[in-house]
């Protein structure tokens, strides 16, 4: 027993406050949490979308767990823009709580995507603070040229179109096709 039960102890049982139970953490912090996020698809063409998604989850244990609620808040190490920088969590698995946002890069390389859960309180618990991030791969788009040979055909002749897809990336270019229309 510490100085301070020494001293709180006796006049919370002289005021009738009885005893507070022990905590494993500090309340005013919060249950811990952990932030975790990904994005899908990932890597991703410059100037597509791919969507983020953050999953918060109380990790205080020992019977003590709640589901997380709130907002989550995304931010970007790079250029490019969200649909929104924040989103409302929603029950998911276990004691965790998810959201997603679409984000669109506008430059080619890495940039880190940053979830971020505030402390937050609701009508039964407190979560605390918590950030995950993860890498986002922005590729640039492959260029497309064609070419007609011979360029110019008489009446009823024949030109060859080669169409030629160069990729500048190092990640192989997947499920492309072309149609005629």
Same mark, same amino acid.
């Given at each position: 027993m510490?100085a301070? =039960?020494?001293?709180? !102890?006796? !006049?919370?049982?002289? !005021?009738?406050?009885?005893?507070l139970?022990a905590r /494993?953490?500090?309340?005013? =912090?919060g249950?811990?949490t952990?932030?975790?996020?990904t994005? $899908?698809? =990932?890597p991703?063409g410059?100037?597509?979308? $791919?969507?983020c998604? @953050?999953?918060?989850?109380d990790?205080i244990?020992?019977?003590?767990?709640a589901?997380?609620t709130?907002t989550?808040?995304?931010?970007?190490s790079? @250029?490019?823009s969200f649909?929104?920088?924040?989103c409302?969590l929603?029950?998911? @698995?276990?004691?965790?709580?998810?959201?997603?946002?679409?984000y669109t890069?506008? /430059?080619?390389?890495?940039?880190?995507?940053? /979830?971020?859960?505030?402390?937050?309180?609701n009508?039964?618990?407190r979560?605390?603070?918590?950030f995950?991030?993860? $890498?986002?791969?922005?590729l /640039?788009?492959p260029?497309? @040229?064609?070419?007609?040979?011979?360029?110019?055909?008489g009446?009823?002749?024949t030109?060859? !179109?080669?169409i030629?897809?160069?990729?500048? =990336?190092?990640?192989?270019?997947?499920?492309?096709?072309?149609?005629?229309?």
């Amino acid at each position: 027993m510490n100085a301070i =039960n020494y001293i709180l !102890l006796p !006049l919370m049982l002289a !005021l009738g406050l009885g005893v507070l139970p022990a905590r /494993a953490h500090n309340p005013s =912090n919060g249950h811990p949490t952990v932030t975790t996020v990904t994005c $899908t698809p =990932n890597p991703v063409g410059v100037s597509a979308s $791919t969507t983020c998604t @953050a999953t918060v989850t109380d990790i205080i244990g020992g019977g003590q767990d709640a589901v997380p609620t709130g907002t989550m808040t995304f931010s970007s190490s790079g @250029a490019g823009s969200f649909s929104s920088t924040t989103c409302t969590l929603a029950p998911a @698995a276990g004691f965790s709580a998810s959201c997603s946002v679409t984000y669109t890069p506008t /430059a080619i390389g890495t940039q880190t995507i940053t /979830a971020t859960y505030p402390l937050t309180t609701n009508a039964t618990h407190r979560f605390g603070t918590s950030f995950g991030t993860t $890498t986002l791969t922005v590729l /640039a788009r492959p260029a497309v @040229a064609k070419a007609f040979s011979p360029i110019q055909i008489g009446t009823a002749g024949t030109s060859t !179109l080669t169409i030629t897809l160069s990729n500048s =990336n190092t990640t192989a270019i997947t499920g492309v096709a072309f149609t005629d229309t």
